[in-house]
């Protein structure tokens, strides 16, 4: 997977997340992916199956994260200060943002699955 780290706010500056962003009033879930994408990585995206989603501390505010390809460009740095691909075996292998520990350990078990998530 790609893990971008964030460079603010201060408070989670240094963490890695999912990359993405907040839905813009009158965007659907998926436009607002891949508009993040192109604006945070400068790439275009296919969007694929969900792969989870959590409470955020704020209330009333869900963190949801799907499953994409690239179709074109090479992510590179915008808004965040470093990437990384990491494999199955590397996803332990940086500080993810707190609430994204249950995402990061269900995508751990998809890795590991003989049947991945269906992207028809
Ligand atoms: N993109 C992303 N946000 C996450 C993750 N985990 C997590 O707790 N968050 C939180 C941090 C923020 O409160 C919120 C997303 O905010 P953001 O700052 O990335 O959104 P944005 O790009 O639209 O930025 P903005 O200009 O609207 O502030 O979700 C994650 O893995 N990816």
């Known amino acids: 997977m790609l893990a971008a780290r964030r460079q603010e706010p201060s408070a989670y500056a240094g963490m890695w997340e999912f990359p993405g962003g907040k839905v813009e009033p009158g965007e659907s879930e998926h ?5 993040e994408c192109r604006e945070e990585l400068d790439v ?16 009333g505010w869900v963190l949801r994260v799907w ?11 915008v808004a ?13 292998d940086v500080p993810w943002m707190p ?4 995402l990061v ?3 751990r078990d998809v890795l590991a699955s003989p049947a991945p998530l269906d992207w028809s």
């Open 31 to 35: 436009e607002a992916l891949a508009r």
């Open 44 to 59: 275009e995206i296919e969007i694929g199956p969900p792969l989870g989603e959590v409470d955020l501390a704020s209330p």
């Open 67 to 77: 499953c994409g390809r690239i179709t074109r460009g090479r992510p590179r740095l």
């Open 80 to 92: 965040h200060d470093a990437l990384r691909w990491l494999s199955a075996a590397e996803l332990d």
């Open 99 to 102: 609430a994204d520990g249950p």
């Open 105 to 107: 350990d269900r995508l």
